[in-house]
C-alpha cells in the first residue's frame, strides 16, 4: 500500500479546489476520475496521480490564500451565479489564486467574508463540531422587548411550512435602542453571537419572533474582526488573525508572505 495515498476528499481540499464535504457531493456526483477511472468515497490516491474534477486536472503546488472580505450589500457570495450581476469576484483584484468563500453571507446583508484555497480551512471553519462563533450587528426599525430577546437568545423554531428546525442558544448584547421622538424613528441596534451556520438564520431567527431586519453586518468569524475595512476592500488575514483562528479550529496555519491590500469599489 502507498503510504502517499489519502483519501480523495481530503486532498482535493489540499488542492484547493473546494471544500472536503463538497469534494465528497463531487465524488458522489461521479464528477471525480483518478487516472481516468471513476471513483467512490473512501477512495485513495497520491499527488502524483492524475486527479481530474469534472475534466479539469487538480494542481497540488500552489500558494495558499487566507483572505478577509468587506462584502458590501448587493453582492453575490457565489463564484458564479447567472442570475446575478454582482459577484464577489469582482472584488478579488490582485488576487490570483483560486480562492473560495468560507460560509457565506446572503445579498442583502454586508460585512465579513473569508475566503481560501485551503479546502481544510474551510472545512474546520464551517464544521459544526468546533462551533466556530460568528458576530453580528443587527439593525431593526423597532424598541424590542425584552422577553423578544430573552426568547432570542434561548433559540427559536426557523423551520418552514411546520418543520422544526430550533436554533442553538446565542449571546445577544443590546447596543442600542432608541424610541421615537419627533422626526427620529424607532431603532434596535443588536449584536448577535451564534456557532451555527444555518442558512439565513439570523434574518430567520428574527422573522420567527416577529422582527424585521433592516441592516445586517458580520462583523467577526472565530475571533477575527471587519476592522476597518471598508465595503469591497480585502486583505490577506495576519500572522496573528491566523494565530487566532488555528487556536478556534485547533489547527496552525502559515501567512501568505507579502499580504496585499485590495482596491476599494
Known amino acids: 500500500m502507498n503510504k502517499d495515498k489519502e483519501r480523495l476528499q481530503k486532498l482535493i481540499a489540499e ?20 487516472n481516468g477511472r471513476a471513483v467512490r468515497i473512501g477512495d485513495k490516491a497520491s499527488k502524483s496521480d492524475i486527479v481530474t474534477v469534472m475534466g479539469r486536472r487538480l494542481e497540488f503546488s500552489r ?10 450589500r448587493g453582492y453575490t457570495s457565489s463564484l458564479a451565479d ?9 472584488l478579488l483584484k490582485g488576487v490570483e489564486e483560486r480562492v473560495y468563500p468560507v460560509g457565506r453571507l446572503d445579498k442583502d446583508s ?7 484555497n485551503d ?10 463540531r468546533l462551533q ?11 424598541v424590542i422587548p425584552e422577553e423578544i430577546i430573552e426568547r432570542l437568545c434561548a433559540g427559536v423554531n426557523i423551520g418552514e411550512d411546520g418543520a422544526r428546525e430550533m436554533t442553538a ?23 448577535i453571537a451564534i456557532t451555527e451556520g444555518k442558512n439565513r438564520q439570523i434574518r430567520r431567527m428574527c422573522s420567527a419572533v ?11 468569524v472565530g475571533g477575527v474582526k471587519l476592522g476597518m475595512l471598508k465595503p469591497g476592500e480585502h486583505l490577506d488575514l495576519t500572522e496573528k488573525e491566523l494565530k487566532i483562528l488555528g487556536q478556534a479550529t485547533e489547527k496552525k496555519y502559515t501567512p501568505p508572505r507579502t499580504p496585499t491590500k485590495g482596491k476599494k469599489l
Open 132 to 142: 466556530i462563533k460568528k458576530k453580528y450587528r443587527v439593525t431593526l426599525p423597532h
Open 110 to 116: 454586508e460585512g465579513l467574508l473569508l475566503l481560501t
Open 169 to 191: 442558544p446565542c449571546e445577544i448584547n443590546v447596543v442600542v435602542s432608541e424610541k421615537a421622538t419627533g422626526d427620529k424613528k424607532a431603532r434596535t441596534v443588536l449584536e
Open 119 to 128: 479546502g481544510d480551512f474551510a472545512n474546520r471553519i464551517t464544521h459544526p
Open 210 to 220: 416577529g422582527l424585521e431586519v433592516a441592516r445586517l453586518k458580520r462583523t467577526s
Open 82 to 90: 447567472s442570475h446575478s450581476k454582482k459577484l464577489i469576484t469582482e
Open 63 to 72: 500558494k495558499i490564500r487566507y483572505i478577509k472580505l468587506y462584502k458590501p
Open 15 to 34: 488542492s484547493g479546489h473546494c471544500s472536503r464535504r463538497a469534494a465528497e457531493e463531487l465524488i458522489k456526483a461521479g464528477a471525480v476520475k483518478v
